[in-house]
């Protein structure tokens, strides 16, 4: 008796997905709810799970094959007696034992990363770094670097013939040396994909321009300074600057509905809520998972918020609901050090704020030059729905805001 396992109902505006990376291989027993394969769409990574004990019989899709909802991806049949292998405790394997334990608690990403530099998750057990010991993706490319250094490097001396007595000898200093190159090709994921085909829809179907400020970040980063701990202990997560910049966002489009539109065919769309998306670097790609109605949020649900997405982000499990809806995005560069930069549209969004790294700087402030930390805004917007008046209006409320935080307080 065997059954189909059969790919899930793709999420909506989802058409096909594309055979990631298998978990088991023709033969091996699986137990019910355990990983099977794992299916990358445009916008999210499924996980398949099986629905019952057994034995692969046959896997019916190659990794990189596309597939369509209902579509078999496996055959499942009983095992001998219809339940798993049994081993007799003497002969079992803790290696083993701890590797289906470790497969249990891996990440998406880590999985993947194990199954492309052909690791057994065995070779890493113990040396997990993350929460309860989990392994993370630091975990195996710690480890990689360690085995890298543990191979002995065989030294490969050139050599070249002479004219004089075609006689091969070693090539010297002063010969010239030919070293070994190598090339690694690997096939363009669904998302980095879809992430490059919005971004040249973003350039080639809008009139993107981008307009510049700086802040002076003194203020935010004294109430930091002062309240961190107290905040930390009241609400169980730290202050970082990301809740700032939310909530200045969302007074400011408050004040200019334009910003906060978008454009629907002829019409043009104006949202009368606050959704705003976030710029999350992952190994896949680049993600905007949305925070919904950030006018109702305090600084701590901004912070528990957004932490939770980077969080699902990076773990491979955003949802499409998580991705879909925003109507305003920030991205902040200066985690990676950018000091300025142009950030490209997030269709079918009108505008996007580029948040960068903070970086003293001598200012000049009633007539004295004084050095204070100093961060760049950068605003793309779409001119054929933002003016320019609106667009630089906007970008110096949030500077206004973001220099004196009281006034989101206040709602002033």
Avoid at 2 to 13: A, C, N, R, T, Y
Avoid at 52 to 64: K, P, S
Avoid at 214 to 220: A, F, Q, S
Avoid at 259 to 284: K, P, Q
Wanted: glycine share 6%; net charge negative.
């Amino acid at each position: 008796m065997s059954l189909q396992i059969m790919v899930p109902d793709l999420p909506e505006s989802v058409s096909d997905a594309t055979v990631g990376t298998w978990h088991k291989k023709v033969g091996d027993f699986i137990k019910a709810g355990e990983l099977l394969v794992d299916l990358e769409t445009d916008k999210v990574v499924l996980e398949v799970p099986a629905p019952q004990d057994g034995v692969i019989n046959q896997l019916l899709c190659e990794t990189g094959q596309v597939v369509k909802a209902k579509e078999p991806l496996a055959e499942l049949g009983e095992s001998a007696a219809g339940i798993a292998p049994q081993i007799a405790p003497a002969a079992a394997s803790p290696a083993v034992a701890n590797d289906t334990e470790s497969n249990d608690i891996l990440t998406p990403s880590v999985r993947r990363l194990l199954a492309e530099e052909n690791i057994n998750p065995s070779e890493l057990m113990g040396l997990g770094s993350g929460k309860d010991g989990r392994i993370t993706r630091q975990d195996v490319l710690h480890h990689l670097e360690q085995k890298k250094q543990e191979q002995p490097s065989a030294q490969i001396v050139p050599a070249i013939s002479t004219e004089k007595n075609n006689e091969v000898i070693p090539v010297g200093q002063n010969e010239t040396s030919y070293l070994l190159r190598d090339e690694k090709r690997v096939p363009m994921t669904r998302l980095r994909k879809r992430i490059a085909e919005r971004l040249l829809e973003a350039k080639n179907a809008t009139a993107m321009l981008t307009t510049f400020n700086e802040v002076n970040m003194k203020p935010i980063m004294d109430i930091r300074k002062k309240y961190q701990d107290q905040f930390e202990k009241r609400h169980g997560i730290k202050l970082g600057f990301m809740s700032f910049y939310v909530k200045a966002v969302t007074e400011a489009l408050k004040r200019f509905p334009e910003v906060n539109s978008s454009i629907d065919g002829d019409d043009i769309l104006y949202h009368n809520y606050f959704d705003i998306s976030i710029a999350v670097s992952t190994e896949r790609g680049l993600v905007t998972p949305v925070l919904r109605d950030c006018d109702a949020m305090s600084l701590a649900d901004i912070e528990k918020n957004i932490k939770l997405l980077a969080d699902k982000a990076r773990d491979g499990k955003l949802s499409v609901e998580d991705l879909t809806g925003g109507t305003f995005t920030i991205t902040n560069g200066g985690v990676f050090g950018s000091l300025m930069s142009t950030p490209i549209i997030n269709p079918p969004q009108s505008a996007i704020l580029g948040m960068h790294k903070i970086q003293d700087r001598p200012v000049a402030v009633d007539g004295q030059v004084v050095i204070l930390p100093m961060m760049y805004l950068a605003l793309s917007y779409d001119h054929r729905i933002i003016d320019g008046r609106e667009s630089v209006s906007f970008l110096v409320n949030v500077k206004s805001l973001l220099e004196d935080p009281t006034r989101l307080l206040l709602d002033i």
